[in-house]
C-alpha cells in the first residue's frame, strides 16, 4: 500500500506524512491506526481498511468512523440519537462478548478529530452474500454446516445475555485462513435483560431477515433463529425471501423454489420451525436447534434475569414506547415469558393496537370503529373519504399517481396497518401490492402489464375474464355480501381504479362513480367527451400523441404502482432502522 487516507477528506497521502497535506487533519488514530482504503459505506458512515503500526507485524484491522450527521443533514435529532446510541452499542456489545474465535475483536473505541471511530479485528474474506452470488444456491449439506457453525457461535453470544438482532448471509463472513464462518457487525445488538425484553422499542434489522416481533421493536432470543432460519432458506434456494414469503399463508413457500435440488423432510421441518411467524412455534433456544442436528447435551434454557416474572401487553406500553410498522401479516403475535426460576415458557402477546398517527391531523377513529365491528364496505368508503381529505382533493373525488407518490407516510402506514390489523392480514395496500406483484413487474406500462394486471384483478373478483367485463363497485359490493366474503387483498376496493360502469368507484373516485369523475375532469380541462378520454390518458400519465387511450387497466396498474413504490419508500424511513456500514 503505496498511500494512507486522510479519515476527514478521503485524501490519499505519502507514507511519510503524519498530517493530511490537503486538510491538516492527524492521519494516526491513537498514534498506530492508519486508514488504507475505504472497504463500505452506509447510512451511519464510512468503513475503512487499516493498518494497526503499534505492532511488530502491523496486522490489517478495520475503522468504523461514525459521521451520521454528515450522511443525513436531515435527519431528526432523535434519529441522531438512535444512530450515536447504535454505534456505541457495537463497541459495548464487542466487549461485553470478550474474546471469541469467530467474533471479531474490539481493539479501540475512540474520538478523534472530533468524531467517534470503532477499530475492530479485520476478518479476511468473503460474506455468505457474496459467495452465493459466485457460487449459486447451496446443497442442503452445505446449508446444514452453516447452520450448524452459526448456531455455535450463537450458543456464545445468547450466553452472555446478546441478541443480534441482524443475522443475515453479509454479516457471516468465511475466514480465507481456515474457511471458518465469522458473525459480524453488532450494531444491532441488544444486551438482553427481563426488563429490557419486555420493553418495545426501534425496530432493528433487515426487513427480509428480522423477525416479526423484532420488526415491532420486541426481540427475544429467538428472534435470531428467525433470522438465521431465513438465511438458510436464502442460501438454499437462492432466491431473495421477500420472494419466498407467502404473505396470504404467513409462511415461507421455499420447497417450490429448489429447482430439483432435494432437502430431506427433518432438515425442512427445522428450517420451517426455525422461521415460523409465531415465537411458541419456534425452538426454544439455539440449544434446542443444536440438539435436533444432533449436536449438543439436552439442557434447560436459562437466561440470566434478577427480576422475576415479566408478562409484556403492547396496550399497556406507553406511546413513546410504540413503533408502527407497515405489515400485510396478521398481527397475532407470541412472545418468551421468563419465569422466577429463569425457565422460558410459552405465552400469547396480546393484539397490539395501531398507533392512529397523522401528518395531517386526520382522526381516524372512526375507521377504526368501523374496521373493528367488521363493517367493510363503510370502512371502504370512508378510507376514501379520509385519503382525499389528506390530499386536500374532496372536491375533485379522485386521486391520481402523482398524488400517491407523496402520499404522507404516517397516514399511508395508519391506513394499511388499520386495514390489515383488524382483518387479521386479510385486506390492506401492502398485502394488495404483494398479490399484485406476483403478477405486474412495475416497470413499464404496455400489453403484457395490461394482461398482468387483469389477472390481478380477476383474482381479487373486481375483474370477470371469462366476459371481460369490470364489475361496477355496487356489483361487486352485492356479490361479496357488502364485502363480508370478499377475497384476500380486494380491499380497499375504490383503491383499484376499476370503472365498469356508472356506479363504480374508478380512481378512488367514491361512491359517486368513475364516470363523474372523468366528466367533471374533462369538462375543467375544457376538452370535448368525444375526445376526452384519450386526451385524458396523456395528461394523467406523461405519454405523448401515441400513448395508450384511457382505459381502467392503465388507470389501476398506474395507482397500484405508485402505491408500491410509496410504501417502499414510507418502510424504509419510518419502519426500521438498518445499522449498515
Not at 537 to 551: A, I, K, V
Request: aromatic content about 10%; charged content about 25%.
Amino acid at each position: 500500500m503505496s498511500n494512507y487516507l486522510c479519515l476527514a477528506c478521503d485524501r490519499a497521502n505519502p507514507l511519510t506524512t503524519k498530517f493530511c497535506t490537503q486538510c491538516g487533519a492527524k492521519l494516526q488514530i491513537q498514534e498506530r491506526y492508519r486508514a488504507l482504503k475505504v472497504i463500505g459505506q452506509g447510512g451511519f458512515g464510512k468503513t475503512f481498511l487499516a493498518q494497526d503500526e503499534g505492532k511488530p507485524s502491523q496486522p490489517r484491522c478495520v475503522i468504523k468512523q461514525f459521521a451520521f450527521e454528515a450522511i443525513n443533514p436531515n435527519a431528526s435529532q432523535g434519529n441522531v440519537d438512535v444512530a450515536v446510541r447504535l454505534f456505541e452499542q457495537e463497541a459495548k456489545r464487542l466487549d461485553d462478548l470478550g474474546k471469541h474465535p469467530q467474533i471479531p475483536e474490539l481493539l479501540s473505541f475512540t474520538i478523534h478529530e472530533g468524531k467517534q471511530y470503532l477499530i475492530q479485528e479485520f476478518i479476511d474474506g468473503e460474506t455468505l452474500e457474496q459467495e452465493l452470488r459466485r457460487v449459486g444456491a447451496f446443497s442442503e449439506q452445505q446449508v446444514r454446516d452453516v447452520l450448524v457453525e452459526v448456531l455455535q457461535i450463537l450458543e456464545f453470544v445468547h450466553s452472555k445475555s446478546v441478541i443480534h438482532r441482524d443475522i443475515s448471509p453479509d454479516n457471516i463472513i468465511r475466514r480465507r485462513s481456515d474457511q471458518k464462518l465469522v458473525l459480524v457487525d453488532f450494531g444491532a445488538a441488544k444486551h438482553a435483560t427481563a426488563t429490557l425484553l419486555a420493553k418495545t422499542g426501534t425496530g432493528i434489522g433487515k426487513p427480509s431477515y428480522g423477525a416479526p416481533e423484532q420488526m415491532l421493536g420486541k426481540s427475544v432470543f429467538q428472534s435470531d433463529l428467525f433470522g438465521l432460519g431465513v438465511t438458510c432458506l436464502h442460501l438454499l434456494t437462492n432466491v431473495e425471501p421477500f420472494t419466498l414469503y407467502d404473505v396470504l399463508e404467513n409462511e415461507y413457500q421455499w420447497r417450490q423454489f429448489l429447482n430439483g435440488k432435494m432437502a430431506s423432510d427433518e432438515f425442512g421441518k427445522l428450517l420451517d420451525r426455525m422461521t415460523a411467524y409465531r415465537v411458541k412455534e419456534r425452538p426454544s433456544s439455539v440449544t434446542e436447534s443444536l440438539q435436533e442436528l444432533g449436536f449438543g447435551q439436552k439442557t434447560s434454557t436459562s437466561i440470566n434475569t434478577s427480576s422475576g416474572v415479566y408478562s409484556f401487553k403492547a396496550e399497556e406500553l406507553k406511546t413513546e414506547h410504540r413503533v408502527s410498522i407497515s405489515s400485510s401479516i396478521s398481527n397475532n403475535q407470541s412472545a418468551k415469558t421468563i419465569s422466577s426460576k429463569n425457565t422460558v415458557s410459552n405465552q400469547n402477546i396480546a393484539k397490539s393496537p395501531v398507533e392512529l398517527r397523522s401528518a395531517k391531523g386526520i382522526n381516524y377513529r372512526g375507521l377504526e370503529k368501523l374496521l373493528k365491528q367488521k363493517e367493510w364496505r363503510k370502512a371502504d368508503e370512508m378510507t376514501n373519504m379520509l385519503m382525499l381529505r389528506v390530499c386536500g382533493r374532496e372536491n375533485e373525488g379522485f386521486l391520481l399517481g402523482e398524488h400517491i407518490a407523496s402520499f404522507p407516510c404516517q397516514d399511508l402506514l395508519t391506513i394499511d396497518q388499520l386495514w390489515s390489523h383488524y382483518s387479521d392480514g386479510k385486506f390492506g395496500f401492502t398485502v394488495q401490492v404483494k398479490l399484485c406483484q406476483e403478477y405486474c413487474k412495475f416497470d413499464k406500462y404496455d400489453k403484457s402489464e395490461e394482461e398482468a394486471y387483469k389477472k390481478f384483478a380477476a383474482k381479487v373478483g373486481s375483474y370477470n375474464p371469462n366476459k371481460g367485463y369490470w364489475k361496477t363497485y355496487d356489483e361487486f359490493m352485492e356479490y361479496t355480501n357488502n364485502a363480508q366474503i370478499a377475497m384476500p387483498a380486494s380491499l380497499p376496493q375504490f383503491w383499484l381504479g376499476y370503472i365498469g360502469g356508472s356506479k363504480t368507484t374508478g380512481l378512488g373516485g367514491g361512491p359517486k362513480g368513475g364516470w363523474y369523475v372523468l366528466s367533471k375532469t374533462i369538462d375543467a380541462l375544457n376538452w370535448s367527451t368525444a375526445g376526452g378520454l384519450s386526451a385524458l390518458g396523456r395528461f394523467l400519465y406523461g405519454g405523448g400523441e401515441e400513448s395508450t387511450d384511457f382505459s381502467v387497466e392503465i388507470c389501476g396498474w398506474k395507482i397500484i404502482s405508485s402505491l408500491s413504490q410509496r410504501l417502499r419508500e414510507c418502510n424504509k424511513r419510518i419502519v426500521y432502522i438498518a445499522f449498515v456500514f
